[in-house]
């Protein structure tokens, strides 16, 4: 006896919710450029543009999980997101380089680091749990230390399976537009082990 077919509700996957994450903040102050401007500022004031343009054309919502200058730790980003009944989280930042001649922009997706460069960046970012009162927590939410980082590697690609095909799909089409649209140096779609995107991996892309 074949089962009766579950009847699926075709707004369940429609992508009415976009959370906004606003990297660093607070005391956290991300990235500093040469004449002293602060990471934590620039992306605050794209995300909130970005909001704004968002509610202005009124098909999704726009959920910022910072709207000032403030520390938010990595997990409860995540937590905002998944509240919120988020279908997209989408974390903003200005990355620095020590050479000049670094230009453009790269979009990642939670999964293990295929390159040097990849884990660097992801490593830089994550420096923000030292602000918050248990910074070992992700560490031990990521990998079991005991293991073999090979076996490691696995857990993290399993744990970020849930949604990894819409999020290389969705990341691909953020790179061409704003390739396209800005003119920038598209660097890549990429992916790395980031501890804001870690609650939120089985529940939207």
Known sequence: ILPKETAVDPLMWRIDTVVIDAGHGGEDSGAKGPTGTNEKDVVLAVSKELARIIGERGEMEAVLTRDKDVFIPLHQRARIAVNSGGKLFI?????????????GFEVFFLSDAKTDDAATVAERENQSAKFEKNPNYYASLLHDSNLPKDVQDIQLDIASNVFLKESQDICSILADKVSTVMGQTNRGVKQAGFYVMLGTQATMP
């Open 91 to 103: 974390s903003i930042h200005a990355n620095a380089s020590r050479s000049r001649e670094a230009t």
